[in-house]
């Protein structure tokens, strides 16, 4: 067998890592594609670097575009990679333009897809993610879902053949990387307390290319006067520095950092009093470590955290924004151990596609 990896956003490059590991321990031959849709050394090297992900064969160079253009670019690109490598399956991860670009340019040429993280719904078409997730999701020939509620959508949608619940990819990296937390060191260089600061991300469409959105969520967190640490994604600092009268801007209590890397992330997380975020992998892992997450969105796909009690949606509202932050207590119940899988996922993928 032969494997081509499709990856090119941040998400994706935590998400192949134990698949990568898993493929090595056996031999089997694996390549990396790296679309190149992420760039910038915050959002794309430091993955590699930090988690030893193995470096790509190729890397296409895409970089930022508007929708079609971005995703054309991908498909005429991988295409060609796939015809020069002809490996005998690709896989594509999540749900972004390089999932899609790689689903399609491999089933174009009749070479099998795996799609992990299959079965997620927003159900709302207008937002690029769910277009991607469900043409990606119709032409998989093997769907490795990570939680029971994705396998239920995919089942609404009578697509059953070819697919697992495996658990979450990201789960497996999140355990693994537990004994490499150097929480006080960042703590420190930041001058941060642990729970005595709040921890921000925004990068959707639907809120940072919204100028009435953003300014509602920054003018909520400005109210409180805590502390807010806010990595900011280059999508939402671009359209922060198109304006002038954003909350955040010149207000000494928002540290308004560049992205950071994944232990540092997981730091940050880790030690918030609460996380505000519209990002899925920091809704989890906000829940992974129990810490409350009030999510800037009007649904999400990781619908578990929320039942539990743990995440708390709240759109861009900025008296519903300010309530949460203000809340004390969380009303969480206790789901179950195994809503995410057990750390594993990546070796129930190979075991799947090896043993076919
Ligand atoms: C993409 C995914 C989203 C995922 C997110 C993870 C799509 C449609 N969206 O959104 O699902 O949650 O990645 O972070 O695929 N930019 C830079 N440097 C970079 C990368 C981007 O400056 O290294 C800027 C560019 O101005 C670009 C903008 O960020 O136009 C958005 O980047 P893009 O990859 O198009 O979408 P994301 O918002 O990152
Ligand atoms: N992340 C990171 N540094 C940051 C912000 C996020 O390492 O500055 C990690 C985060 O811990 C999670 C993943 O990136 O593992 C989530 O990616 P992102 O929010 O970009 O995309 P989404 O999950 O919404 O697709």
Redesign the pocket.
């Known amino acids: 067998m032969e494997v081509a990896s499709i990856v090119g ?3 994706q490059f ?1 998400k192949v890592k134990p698949v990568a590991n898993a493929f090595n321990k056996i031999g089997t031959n694996h390549i990396l594609v790296h679309t190149g849709q992420h760039y910038d050394y ?1 959002m794309s090297k430091t ?1 590699f670097d930090q988690l030893s992900i193995p470096e790509p064969a190729y890397n296409l160079g895409v970089g930022s575009h508007t929708q079609g253009k971005q995703t054309a670019l991908m498909l005429q690109r991988i295409e060609h990679v796939l015809l020069e490598q002809r490996p005998t399956l690709v896989i594509v991860y ?3 333009n390089s999932t899609l670009a790689g689903a399609l340019a491999a089933v174009k040429l009749h070479i099998p897809v795996a799609h992990v993280e299959a079965g997620l719904r927003s159900h709302r078409l207008d937002m690029p ?1 769910e277009v991607n997730r469900v043409l990606t999701d119709r032409i998989s020939k093997f769907l490795f879902c990570p939680t029971e509620t994705a396998m239920e959508n995919l089942r609404r949608e009578g697509i059953e053949e070819g697919s697992s619940m495996v658990g979450d990819v ?1 789960y497996d ?2 355990l693994e990387s537990q004994g490499l937390l150097n929480g006080s060191r960042l703590l420190f260089e930041l001058n941060l307390i642990p729970k005595e600061y709040l921890l921000l ?1 925004i ?2 469409a639907e809120n940072s290319d919204d100028l009435n959105r953003l300014e509602s969520i920054l003018a909520a967190l400005a109210e409180t006067k805590q502390k807010v640490v806010f ?1 900011m ?1 280059p999508r939402t600092q671009n359209a922060l520095i198109k304006t002038e009268n954003l909350a955040c801007k010149d207000n000494e209590n928002f540290l308004c950092i ?5 232990l ?3 730091t940050l ?1 880790k030690n918030a009093q609460k996380i505000l ?6 809704q989890k ?1 906000a829940y992974w470590f129990r810490v409350p997450c009030i999510t800037l969105r009007d649904e999400t796909e990781w619908v578990e955290t929320v039942e539990s009690g743990w995440n708390t949606l709240v759109g861009a509202n900025k008296e519903r924004i300010a309530t949460v932050v203000a809340s004390s207590s969380v009303s969480t119940s206790e789901v179950a151990q195994d809503t995410y899988g057990d750390g594993s996922a990546a070796e129930r993928v190979i075991n799947t596609l090896t043993t076919l």
């Open positions: 956003a941040r998400p935590i915050e993955f999540g749900d972004t993610e990201m990296v999140f991300t990068h959707r990595p994604h560049k992205p950071v890397g994944y540092d992330m997981l997380e975020t519209d990002s899925g992998g920091v892992e």
